[in-house]
């Protein structure tokens, strides 16, 4: 009974993260395809650049299922030097194609670069900003906000018209949980989306914090990223069993 439960669990999850990069391969492909006439060069390769990224995602994906089904561990992080803004820019490109009445109000301040592994944090905020936009009224912008607080980089998440009440915001990382009013009971989810994010984040010494307004009717995620500094992160995160990448040889 346990391993039919486990092996569901595994397929729902599977399920969800195949969903998100095989609809913007589709949504921009059609878009191209529409558009062919109308597109300029560089449109035409913003959206194609998109598909290869999400193609990638893809590969590693099932790369990642097949090394689980031989080995039955965890999947590796690898930690390098990431441009936060570079990613979340990224992020609103993919997930926008779904989402085309929203618009995303992006703020940064002066800060370093992050200490991550680039794909998994980007699974992490595909995951969060679709939440986002999912569970918010319908003209609502999303307001993402870039800062700096000491030994993290920390992104800020917020939509409108969505409220969660204290007693269900200690739950909504759990796994298949889903809040059930009127939003949620007009949107799909699995209630898989946040778990598996919390889970990245943690696996790269980051956490994420919720916090929900009835007056202000919001919710906002919050998400500590740990700043790009080798000497005083390597113990850290070692202890947290995942691997820097030697010389941090990320590319500008």
Not at 141 to 153: A, G, L, M, S, V
């Amino acid at each position: 009974m346990q391993n039919d439960k486990t092996k569901d669990e595994f397929i729902s999850t599977l399920s969800h993260e195949i969903r998100t990069p095989l609809t913007s391969i589709k949504g921009f492909s059609k878009t191209m395809l529409d558009n062919w006439g109308r597109l300029d060069d560089v449109s035409k390769k913003k959206f194609l650049n998109i598909i290869l990224e999400q193609s990638d995602r893809l590969i590693n994906l099932v790369e990642n299922v097949l090394s689980i089904a031989k080995t039955a561990k965890e999947t590796e992080i690898i930690l390098k030097e990431v441009n936060l803004e570079g990613v979340i820019k990224n992020v609103c490109d993919i997930v926008k194609i779904n989402y085309k009445n929203k618009d995303f109000k992006i703020s940064s301040s002066a800060m370093i670069n992050s200490l991550a592994d680039k794909d998994k944090l980007e699974q992490v905020f595909v995951n969060i900003v679709e939440n986002a936009c999912k569970y918010s009224d319908k003209n609502s912008d999303i307001e993402i906000r870039i800062e700096n607080k000491c030994d993290f980089n920390v992104v800020s998440i917020k939509n409108y018209g969505s409220f969660i009440e204290e007693s269900e915001l200690g739950h909504i990382f759990e796994k298949f949980y889903r809040i059930d009013n009127y939003l949620t009971s007009t949107a799909q989810g699995s209630g898989l989306g946040l778990y598996i994010a919390k889970t990245l984040i943690e696996k790269m010494n980051g956490k994420i914090e919720v916090n929900s307004s009835k007056e202000g009717n919001f919710t906002e995620f919050l998400v500590y990223i740990p700043v790009m500094e080798p000497e005083r992160m390597t113990q850290k995160v070692k202890a947290h069993g995942a691997k820097i990448q030697e010389a941090f040889d990320v590319q500008p």
